[in-house]
């Protein structure tokens, strides 16, 4: 079954973010996916290495605006 590779931006304690990849199964509910995982945004992305550069490289934009928080 082919899959879709998203990454998440999560609110955690204290208003802080984070970013995590993660892989949906085709035909499965995005929006309950955001919603379990109470996801601020989701991007959809071309593989998941591509998924998890993008992650890496968000919290660290995050670690040096003083945003990150995990």
Do not use: P
């Amino acid at each position: 079954m082919k899959k879709i590779y998203v990454v998440y931006v999560l609110n955690t304690e204290g208003g802080k973010l984070y970013a995590a990849a993660d892989t949906i199964q085709v035909g499965e509910n995005i929006k309950a996916h955001i919603e379990r995982h109470n996801a601020k945004t989701c991007t959809v992305c071309e593989s998941r290495a591509h998924a998890e550069q993008t992650a890496i490289q968000w919290n660290e934009d995050f670690k040096n605006n003083g945003t990150f928080g995990y």
